[in-house]
């Protein structure tokens, strides 16, 4: 048959491509090589990797004024809004559930998003610490930067204890998937082991002087370190030590009211609180209350340490609209009215106090204080909106009349906040306090000079001065002191507990001293247990 | 590919009659005067059947080795002119053995063709070669091209539906043009990995994107591989069951030209009522007498004149007009004492849809002689939306080839092109529902409309609540198109070494590229413009190459099949974007018109298969059968200690109607039985997975200094591995009455264990989510088609086919603790669970249990609300409401049960076909929750009318209030009062058609009216605008039918012509 000849070249041929192809190089066809991302496997040693990891630890910081789910509800609202100083007609917020005792670790994406912001925050550290110490750098420069991270993650780490109690600690990347879930650490452990001694180190580590430019100098470590301290000096860190192997925030148990706390390890955090605060004393000086909205003035003044914002695209501050009163069409996009102090806030200020007063429509002249009550309506210049009082010091006026976005810095700490945390140490030391600083902050507010301090006066000055600069919640709950709203005064301080804020239907109980673990978290970590009184709780599913 | 016995041999013979006639005179034109002048001898003849000595019309005659031919005429006649007496003449028609003789010195030559009984069986094609249907011991089925394309479909989808049992086509985008539709064999597999059906596309394996661009009309045949013994071949990509395609191919001796074209209006069939500009007064009016229990009124968004202060009906012209007192059935009084009423009258739903117009049009040439034969294929649609600006349009061009070389070695060539491309823009049918209905599309430009003149109207025009912009705004200021092109072809060496042996090798390609083109504008300079231009590319080849041996020796018939292969994926990606434009004239075909700083976006993939596989077939006369496969696959994406995996399959046959005890029956004609056992594999997770990830950000410092920073971006898991599913089938196919009744009835079993699980890791210590191999889902059901023919006869047939697919499907393991996990937790998504003990697709939320009585306000109190508040079930008694703590499993989205009902009439010229569809035991999640429970923050749908006030105290809708004022509120959650039953029937289709066969100059010519979608029946309380699909943006993988205001699917009327040359 003609087959014959044919099949025996042709049969060869196959055989011999096919033999070759199954033999050219398997191992590498089917090896995997990332190319667009580097990986934990990839070489880091290189000089170039050195800036790159430190920078990367600060990328979370410009979510403080991130989204919470929903039109208008920005975190920086979701901070406010449990202080009973807070209101808002907008409903997206459902500031309503605050009211109402409704809160739940649920509640649109207000924990969820900062819980996962401020991990990220320590997770970014901790990549940036495991791999730096491998980088060639010199000794000085890899200090600097380790410095940075660890003051970084020290402040991720603050915000979270102050949130919600004890915190899952993490100080290393995650190797293994299966690892993932961990339960609590106590709120003392993270202070002692993690906060304190990554401030500490930093403060020895990063450049001196102010910060120009939002990088982590002494100055934003001893500011941080001192509020640290004067925070350990309170609670909930002094109650926990009571009884460290205590469940605190399972129970939530909590029951001291006293402050100043009168034990050894108080009075010892007071005294490193104010050799900071003394430090850095003078170094600054308060300007005006214009300052605080001129992005001009950005790391500048009493600026000390501030996230860094640009009006340039996906840079921005996103607190601008929320702060804005609700739907009156004075700004080219929508105005969300969610970030508003309460009227009864408002009216706690005296009537001289200059940073509550607000200028008449009619002549149009802007204020120079915190508040505003008109605008111009943005279609029509000759049409003028007006509405009650609404915070002006994040009134961005570039911004707000035109559809860039706000390139206003967020001031965590700034000189009159140092101020009146040296007056609150010096008066909780019982050391004359009325000239340590408080005076100056209320100087500036036109204010008569105090001749000597109560913790009502700082409690109050501070809740005038750092208005809605989210500093009231961890206020209330370090000193275990709640505002009573008066007219034209600040007419008392309670117990947080047993407090009931003017437009809330229920009193505070110690479950308030906390919030709830997000219900992302509590889904995904199996060994995590929520805070006492809120939902969801942990619940462990079956299966095979 | 399969070929019957055309039923109607006379009709159909008939046309070709014709056809074959004209292709003769137009072959005489085309050949020139060389042929002519070759036609030295005339030969006539006539050629009977074999079956019944009847003259057997439509039969080609060629002239081998040459195109010269003719048919015979309807008594079977035919004249031939030929070259000289060694010519050859080629006798050849579907369904009868062909037949070769020599002409020598005849000039008459009648001859009769005898039915061809292997032509009669069904072969079906399986990986890797065709078999006859009645030796697969696995479950396939076969869609033929009558089926395919017997009413104008856009998608192989639209094809598919309901023809085959076990195969579920999900329409995602319901009626948005262009959507792709979803595909699920047997149920849905894994949970986060793909559970999408493989396509081979003439044996390109993973044909990318072949639901939403093959034209339907370039496909001959399509096989459904469903069982283990048929999947396993293809190995770790078979789990989710395959889809073999076989394209159009060219036929010996006969030059075939098709022209379809159709015409389609579409026009909508159901409603989503919004209120009317009257009910929005009347809604306002009692919102602001019912708000008051929770405080203090906020006056300033209270614009009854006397009653609010600020602004009322008489500061705002732009919206309202004076009227005398009584003038509007309401008293709307502004604040300066006089009446008013509203301007406009918008329904939003009426200006924003309108019917659709769309055209499609297929020519199909096809021919050729012994050695090469070849089909080309040029189909374009033009589909229109029934929202303004959508639209899908699609160009494919096919062209194959079969070369012979010589007698042992032939080359085949497989070449298909789409471009469609369809509107981006999408997220539009939301702004339909929540547009005040109070306000124009734009205001008139006179001056009584002030700062509003010639103006776009938005929500902030009557500034109480969420500032929507129209949809004729809306689609004013943007536009977008996503473009996909896509080439797929290859080249096949065929090569038949021995009777026995033969091999193939074959290199293809699959290339596809999506662009995507978008524009959003400064709508009025409120916004600053943007506009990105991307484009995504994968290149996918392969190589395979395999051995097929057939021997018969005695009874004992072997056959086996072994081959290795490669593949390779690529992909990349970039986009650029840009802003602030300074007019929206640019749009998005100048980016660098943009002025602020554009942003540039890229990544890439790979992946890379190497894989083994053999096959061997066994039957012992023709009774006892017996398959086995096995398929070893080598894969980049998982871990070192992981890349191989090994996936086998048996497959047993009885044919129980060839033992002699059965063979003398005259009811049952055919029966068999057979059982599957495998095991088959899943790797669609993306590349890279197992790596942990650093990623790069850029961070702002002080002076708009930007810096490059590094952070965790995932979490590997280097010890990553196969999913795998385990099979078992046991099928019966029955034929009665000389196969005039034929069922096939099948019970599976699926389970899926080492799942690839997304798991969620917890945010506190690491960067997103992780694959895992965590977790098991189980799949049973049965599957039945039955076919009859309850007619036939000459003039009159009547066919039927009824599908019934049953599944269920159960989530056995789950994550490392078990635990629920839960998808989009937040209001106005539908939210879902997987649960162990429940299905894939749950929905998940409270039981809504109405609105709180004005006795109940006490028990409102206990949980901070009051009367008219909506009232949910605190299951745990903990006196609070909360999603997770209190919610339940309150649906299913894929039904117990479906499957269509099919029905096919010929009567003379005339043939209609009549396709019933039918969905049971399913959940429809209608998240309209936005227009209801947040009145006056958004427009309203009028079920509010139905709310509850203090004297109408029932209902499940919350009081009229508008949310936000003196505290009230309003209380969203996935509930029990979203979810809806989802059942339905529905006139899927139905067509006409009658055919000409008598028209001098063609063929044959088919004219037909059909119409989609002719009817819905659904359980009477259902909403939305069809029971089926999701809106786009909540189009999720494996969760269906959520309605946050979905595209409506339109009832289509079509008219078209098939016409073949």
Not at chain 1, 413 to 426: K, P
Not at chain 2, 30 to 50: C, D, E, F, H
Request: glycine fraction near 10%; proline fraction near 4%.
């Amino acid at each position: 048959m003609k087959y014959i000849k044919e099949n025996i070249v042709m049969r060869s041929i196959m055989f011999l491509v096919v033999f070759f192809i199954a033999l050219s190089g398997c191992e590498d066809f089917l090896k995997e090589v990332p190319t667009n991302q580097l990986t934990a496997e990839a070489d880091l040693t290189a000089r170039e990797y050195g800036e790159p990891l430190a920078v990367g630890a600060y990328r979370m910081l410009a979510e403080w004024t991130g989204d919470a789910r929903d039109w208008g509800n920005r975190l920086p609202n979701t901070l406010e809004f449990p202080t009973g100083g807070a209101y808002t007609g907008e409903p997206h917020a459902l500031f309503d559930k605050y009211q109402t005792n409704q809160v739940t670790g649920n509640l649109l994406d207000n924990f969820n998003n900062q819980w996962r912001n401020w991990y990220r925050g320590v997770q970014d550290a901790n990549l940036a610490l495991s791999l730096l110490p491998e980088v060639d750098l010199s000794e000085a420069l890899l200090a600097q930067y380790t410095g940075e991270v660890r003051a970084l993650r020290a402040f991720y780490y603050f915000c979270i204890v102050r949130y919600w109690g004890d915190a899952v600690m993490i100080t290393e990347p995650l190797e293994d998937v299966t690892d993932a879930e961990l339960p609590r650490t106590s709120l003392k452990t993270i202070y002692d082991e993690v906060i304190i001694p990554d401030l500490e180190y930093a403060l020895g580590a990063v450049p001196t002087g102010t910060s120009g430019n939002g990088r982590v100098t002494q100055d934003v470590v001893q500011a941080i370190l001192a509020d640290v301290y004067l925070t350990v000096s309170g609670y909930p860190y002094q109650e926990v030590e009571t009884n460290p192997q205590k469940d605190w925030c399972g129970e939530g148990s909590w029951s001291m009211q006293e402050y100043p706390v009168n034990s050894t390890s108080a009075t010892a955090f007071l005294q490193k609180s104010k050799a900071l605060l003394d430090a850095l004393y003078g170094k600054y000086s308060l300007g005006t209350y214009d300052d605080l909205h001129d992005p001009a003035m950005n790391n500048k003044g009493e600026a000390i340490f501030q996230i860094q914002y640009s009006s340039e695209g996906g840079f921005e501050n996103d607190i601008l609209q929320p702060s804005l009163p609700l739907l009156t069409k004075i700004s080219k996009s929508d105005e969300n009215g969610s970030f508003t102090v309460a009227q009864h806030y408002y009216d706690s200020y005296a009537a001289n106090d200059l940073r509550a007063v607000v200028t008449d429509p009619i002549e149009k002249v802007y204020p120079s204080g915190m508040f505003f009550t008109w605008d111009t309506n943005i279609d029509d210049v000759s049409d003028t909106v007006t509405f009650p009082p609404h915070l002006y010091k994040y009134y961005d006026a570039a911004a707000v009349k035109s559809v860039n976005g706000s390139g206003l810095n967020w001031s965590h700490y700034r000189y009159a906040d140092i101020l009146l945390m040296r007056t609150e140490v010096y008066w909780a030391l019982g050391e004359s306090a009325a000239d340590k600083g408080i005076n100056e902050v209320r100087e500036r507010a036109g204010l008569a000079p105090l001749g000597s301090v109560t913790l009502k006066d700082i409690i109050s000055e501070r809740a005038w001065e750092l208005v809605f600069e989210n500093k009231m919640l961890w206020d209330q709950r370090r000193t275990r002191r709640c505002i009573v709203y008066g007219d034209k005064e600040i007419s008392g301080i309670q117990n947080f507990i047993g407090h009931q804020p003017q437009i809330f239907n229920f009193a505070f109980t110690p479950q308030h001293l906390l919030s709830p673990i997000p219900g992302r978290e509590m889904i995904n970590n199996g060994k995590i247990q929520q805070n006492f009184g809120y939902l969801p709780v942990q619940s462990i599913g079956g299966g095979e | 590919m399969k070929f019957k016995l055309p039923k109607k041999k006379l009709g159909i013979s008939k046309y070709a009659f014709f056809g074959n006639l004209l292709l003769g005179i137009g072959f005489s034109i085309l050949l020139t005067g060389n042929v002519m002048a070759q036609q030295n001898i005339t030969v006539t003849g006539r050629v009977i059947s074999g079956e019944d000595q009847t003259g057997l019309p439509g039969v080609n005659v060629i002239v081998k080795g040459t195109t010269q031919g003719t048919v015979t005429d309807v008594e079977g006649n035919y004249t031939i002119g030929v070259p000289d007496e060694t010519a050859i003449l080629v006798f050849s028609s579907v369904g009868f053995s062909t037949q070769e003789i020599a002409v020598g010195g005849q000039t008459v030559i009648d001859i009769v063709l005898n039915p061809d009984l292997t032509s009669l069986e069904e072969i079906v094609v399986v990986g890797y070669g065709t078999m006859r249907k009645s030796d697969v011991t696995g479950s396939v089925a076969s869609v033929t091209p009558e089926e395919l394309v017997d009413r104008p479909v856009v998608n192989l989808g639209q094809a598919l539906q309901n023809k085959v049992s076990g195969v579920q086509v999900i329409k995602q985008g319901a009626g948005y043009p262009g959507s792709n539709p979803l595909i699920r064999i047997r149920g849905t597999n894994s949970i986060n990995s793909d559970s999408d059906p493989l396509f081979v596309v003439d044996g390109i394996v993973g044909v990318s994107n072949a639901l939403r661009n093959i034209n339907p009309q370039d496909i001959l045949t399509i096989d459904i591989l469903k069982d283990a013994s048929a999947t396993a071949i293809y190995g770790t990509r078979g789990a989710n069951g395959v889809i073999m395609i076989t394209t159009k191919r060219g036929d010996v001796g006969k030059v075939n030209v098709n022209y379809n074209g159709s015409m389609t209006v579409g026009t909508m069939q159901r409603h989503n009522y919004t209120v009317t500009a009257d009910q929005f007064f009347y809604l306002y009016e009692q919102a602001f007498i019912n708000t008051p229990k929770y405080g203090n009124l906020d006056l300033s968004k209270d614009f009854r004149g006397g009653k609010g202060t600020g602004l009322s009906w008489s500061e705002m012209p732009h919206l309202f007009e004076q009227v005398p007192q009584g003038g509007y059935f309401m008293d709307l009084i502004g604040n300066d004492g006089n009446y008013y009423k509203p301007r406009f009258y918008s329904n939003w739903e009426e200006i924003a849809f309108d019917n659709s117009f769309s055209h499609d049009h297929y020519l199909d040439v096809s021919g050729g002689s012994e050695t090469a034969k070849y089909s080309l294929g040029l189909g374009h649609t033009d589909q229109e939306g029934l929202l303004m600006q959508s639209y899908y349009q699609r160009t494919n061009a096919r062209f194959t080839t079969d070369i012979e070389l010589n007698k042992w070695l032939g080359v085949s060539a497989n070449m298909l092109y789409s471009r469609a491309k369809n509107t981006r823009g999408d997220d539009q049918l939301r702004t339909v529902s929540e547009t005040w209905p109070i306000l124009p599309i734009k205001y008139p430009d006179e001056p009584e409309y002030g700062l509003y003149a010639g103006k776009w109207s938005t929500g902030r025009d009557f500034p109480v609540g969420e500032n929507w912009r129209n949809i004729v705004y809306t689609t004013d200021q943007r536009d977008g198109y996503y473009l996909n092109t896509q080439f797929t072809g290859g080249l096949v060496l065929n090569a038949q070494i021995t009777q026995d042996l033969s091999f193939k090798s074959n290199l293809s390609i699959d290339n596809r590229s999506e662009d995507s083109r978008w524009f959003n504008g400064d709508f009025q300079g409120t916004r600053t413009s943007d506009a990105r231009g991307s484009n995504a590319r994968w290149f996918y080849w392969q190589n395979e190459n395999y051995f097929n041996y057939n021997k018969m020796v005695g009874d004992h018939s072997f056959s086996g099949m072994i081959g290795l292969s490669w593949s390779e994926t690529i992909y990349d990606w970039v986009e650029a974007r840009a802003y602030n434009f300074p007019s929206n004239f640019y749009s998005y075909n100048n980016l660098s018109a943009g002025t602020n700083t554009p942003q540039v976006y890229s990544s890439n993939q790979r992946s890379a298969l190497n894989s083994y596989f053999a096959r061997v077939n066994y039957a012992y006369k023709d009774k006892y059968l017996f398959t086995a496969t096995g398929r070893m696959d080598g894969s980049s994406k998982f871990g070192p200690n992981n890349k191989y995996a090994f996936f086998p399959s048996v497959g047993f046959g009885w044919r129980m109607s060839n033992e002699d005890f059965m063979s003398g029956s005259s009811v049952v004609s055919n029966l068999k039985l057979r059982g599957s056992v495998g095991q088959t594999g899943n790797q669609e997770i993306g590349s890279f997975v197992t790596q942990r990830y650093i990623n790069t950000t850029s961070v702002m410092f002080g002076g708009g200094n930007k810096l490059s920073g590094f952070y965790p971006g995932s979490t590997g898991n280097p010890n990553l591995k196969w999913e795998t599913t385990n099979m078992w089938d046991i099928g019966i196919d029955l034929g009665l009455f000389n196969n005039r009744v034929n069922i096939i009835a099948d019970y599976y079993h699926k389970r899926t264990d080492d799942m690839l699980f997304n798991l969620p890791l917890p945010e506190s210590t690491a960067p997103g989510s992780a694959f895992v191999n965590f977790g098991a889902v189980e799949n049973t059901g049965i599957e039945l088609e039955l076919a009859t023919t309850n007619i036939q006869k000459d003039n009159f047939s009547w066919d039927t086919r009824f599908t019934l697919s049953a599944n269920k499907n159960e989530i056995k393991k789950l994550g490392p603790t078990g635990g629920d996990v839960y998808v989009d937790t937040g209001a106005g998504n539908a939210t879902s669970v997987y649960r162990i003990g429940e299905p894939i697709g749950s929905f998940f939320g409270l039981n809504r249990m109405g609105v709180y009585s004005t006795e109940e306000a006490a028990l409102a109190a206990r949980y901070g609300r009051v009367p008219g508040d909506l009232k949910f079930e605190d299951v745990n008694q903990d006196g609070k409401i909360e999603l997770i703590s209190d919610g339940d499993v309150i649906g299913h989205s894929y039904p117990d049960y479906y499957g269509g009902f099919i029905n096919t009439f010929r009567y003379k010229n005339f043939d209609a076909n009549i396709i019933i569809q039918y969905v049971g035991g399913v959940d429809k999640a209608i998240v309209h929750e936005s227009a209801e429970d947040r009145q006056f923050v958004s427009g309203m749908v009028n079920r509010v009318l139905d709310a509850w006030r203090p004297d109408h105290q029932e209902g499940t809708i919350v009081a009229q209030v508008r949310a936000g004022n003196a505290g009230a509120r309003y209380d969203s959650f996935t509930d029990t009062h979203e979810i809806y039953n989802g059942a339905f029937i529905r006139g899927q289709a139905a067509s006409l058609g009658y055919t000409f066969s008598d028209i001098v100059g063609i063929n044959s010519l088919r004219v037909f009216f059909s119409t989609e979608n002719f009817f819905l029946i659904t359980a009477i309380e259902l909403e939305g605008y069809d029971p089926e699909g999701s809106s786009l943006d909540k189009a999720r993988t494996n969760i269906q039918n959520i309605d946050k205001y979905q595209y409506p699917n339109p009832t289509n009327f079509s008219l078209g012509v098939n016409v073949n040359f």
